[in-house]
């Protein structure tokens, strides 16, 4: 097959002419032309994918928690720790996932993979919504006793959530770096395309599941759970043939030396441990210009990794083990780490939508017209619904105003965007704790404190304005994140880099389940109820939102003093 080419290319060398782009060859291995291949046409094809499967994925998490508390019976504190801990691992999948793209199979085919896997996942997932019914005729039609067993539910039902989980692991990190390959980082117009390929990246896919999302989550709240996950595998059946449909408008990277990435990073390593006791070499500046790196790079930070440039003691000779670009490759993806850690809180304040913040909405007063009553889970689409708006004014007008008087073709640098939306999270939870402080008094006030499945005489809209700040922290935040994480690798680690960005919200997913158990231990117990209490009339989510808050604004100040001494990497170097 003559895509091979394309995936397994260690060896090939790509030659620079006026119409290809350096680095990309086409589905048939051929150096990639600028015109016929990539930029927005085969991004098209890519965003397409991946809205189908955020809207697969929303469809699924937005309202787990009440399947959770539903059918399959489980209290608040424990559906919300496993939404978090399943969420949690989602995050960190994608890691591995980008490990398998970047080594080995190459980003077309793990995605390609990946989608087979994510459709039996769904598959599997609608079968034990009609388990119950299935088993529930055999037993009517055999008088088998007993007629069902629970067990069975849970066992396949958590089974197929993280077959998703590992095939989501496969799919996200590489669709996204997939489809910012398709433009041309050396190119100037290329390059802003790039750019605006994330900002319009996060709008299609908030646009796509925010429609979806609500209209799942009502099939799911009032018709059938197995039609509400049934429809999500038909969605990422259509994914697949679409992403196959652009095979061959793609541009695909191949590797620019040799030695693969994770060898070249590791071995950098190895040989700084080796001559840990031997003085740092000195480097000139012109050794390192010639490499593609700002100077005062190597002699400011991670001087211990200079030590891989000496040769070990065993052998003769001034020969280094090491080049100067892999010491700075290595020096690149080390001074990821901070910015990743201080990135932590937000993401333990991102997972409270799809979980306490539905609960709420569950209490609330939802009808809008005659009976009908909107599904608390889909209150989650206005944080769509303040991405959209925020990212057309971001993209539109804050860019181009903020670009003439920065000279930044971004109009901000990635790290005072990730900033922004991490203080603008810090106000979203001190809402958040007001809003549930007055819904609090308000059971209060009308006696349902104690009749929890009493609808408290209040609208579901007053929790509007925190899912808005969500939205509008996410465009900041989020899309900064991925653009940090991608521009900021190596080349051929760039899934990698979008990997270690989702991994920054599984891990926040699962420090929020560890804290969500401790809470509960802490404050609960015999006679008391704890603030996360399944009677939420008297429990105190306000507590825990001010806790976040607070946390917040530490991880805003950490990261302050990180980014302000964070040394970006020149573009295009790596």
């Not at 900064?480 to 599984?506: C, H, K, W």
Request: proline residues 4%; aromatic residues 14%.
């Amino acid at each position: 097959m003559a895509i091979s080419s394309a995936f397994h290319a260690d060896n090939v060398e790509t030659p620079m002419l006026v119409n290809t782009v350096d680095g990309a060859v086409d589905y048939r291995g051929r150096p990639a032309s600028r015109f016929d291949s990539g930029g927005w046409r085969s991004a098209a094809y890519i965003i397409g994918v991946e809205v189908a499967e955020r809207s697969a994925y929303g469809g699924i998490v937005s309202n787990l928690v009440t399947f959770l508390t539903g059918p399959l019976g489980q209290s608040t504190a424990t559906a919300a720790a496993n939404v978090n801990f399943w969420d949690g691992t989602a995050s960190l999948l994608p890691l591995l996932g980008a490990f398998v793209a970047d080594s080995f199979l190459g980003r077309y085919r793990t995605i390609t993979l990946a989608s087979f896997l994510y459709i039996l996942g769904l598959g599997l997932l609608t079968l034990s919504a009609i388990l119950p019914s299935l088993i529930g005729f055999e037993c009517q039609s055999h008088k088998l006793i007993p007629c069902y067993s629970p067990q069975l539910q849970v066992l396949l039902f958590f089974f197929s959530l993280y077959v998703v989980a590992v095939a989501q692991g496969g799919h996200k990190p590489c669709t996204q770096a997939f489809g910012a390959d398709q433009f041309d980082g050396q190119d100037q117009e290329e390059c802003k395309a790039k750019s605006s390929f994330f900002n319009w990246w996060y709008f299609s896919l908030c646009a796509g599941s925010s429609v979806t999302a609500s209209i799942l989550n009502y099939i799911q709240d009032n018709l059938s759970w197995a039609l509400g996950f049934g429809i999500p595998c038909m969605l990422m059946v259509i994914a697949l043939t679409v992403f196959l449909l652009g095979t061959s408008t793609y541009r695909y990277s191949i590797p620019q030396n040799g030695k693969g990435p994770f060898m070249r990073i590791g071995s950098v390593f190895v040989a700084a441990f080796r001559n840990w006791q031997r003085s740092t070499p000195t480097t000139t500046p012109t050794e390192l210009e010639f490499q593609g790196f700002l100077p005062h790079q190597k002699s400011q930070q991670f001087k211990f990794l200079d030590k891989a440039l000496l040769a070990p003691n065993h052998l003769n000779g001034d020969g280094s083990v090491c080049t100067i670009a892999e010491v700075e490759e290595a020096k690149a993806v080390l001074r990821l780490f901070p910015i990743w850690g201080t990135c932590l809180i937000y993401a333990i304040v991102f997972s409270q939508s799809s979980t306490f913040f539905t609960k709420q909405g569950v209490t609330m007063e939802r009808t809008i017209y005659g009976r009908f009553k909107i599904p608390a889970a889909s209150l989650q689409s206005f944080i769509d619904i303040g991405i959209l708006i925020t990212i057309l004014i971001y993209d539109r007008i804050f860019v181009p105003l903020t670009r003439s008087y920065t000279r930044n073709p971004s109009g901000i640098t990635m790290l005072q965007r990730i900033g922004t939306g991490i203080f603008i999270s810090v106000f979203s939870m001190i809402v958040s704790a007001v809003v549930e402080m007055r819904r609090l008094r308000t059971a209060q006030v009308y006696d349902l404190v104690d009749k929890p499945s009493e609808t408290i005489p209040m609208s579901v809209w007053w929790l509007v304005p925190q899912y808005l700040l969500f939205g509008i922290a996410d465009v900041f935040t989020m899309v900064g994140l991925q653009e940090f994480f991608y521009d900021q690798v190596p080349t051929e680690l760039r899934s990698i880099g979008l990997a270690l960005y989702l991994s920054v919200f599984g891990v926040g997913s699962f420090i929020s389940s560890f804290l969500v158990s401790a809470i509960e231990r802490a404050t609960g117990g015999v006679g008391r109820d704890s603030w996360f209490s399944n009677n939420l009339n008297r429990a105190h989510l306000d507590y825990f939102y001010l806790l976040l808050a607070g946390l917040s604004l530490g991880g805003f100040a950490a990261y302050f003093h990180f980014a302000r001494s964070y040394i970006y990497n020149r573009r295009g170097t790596l």
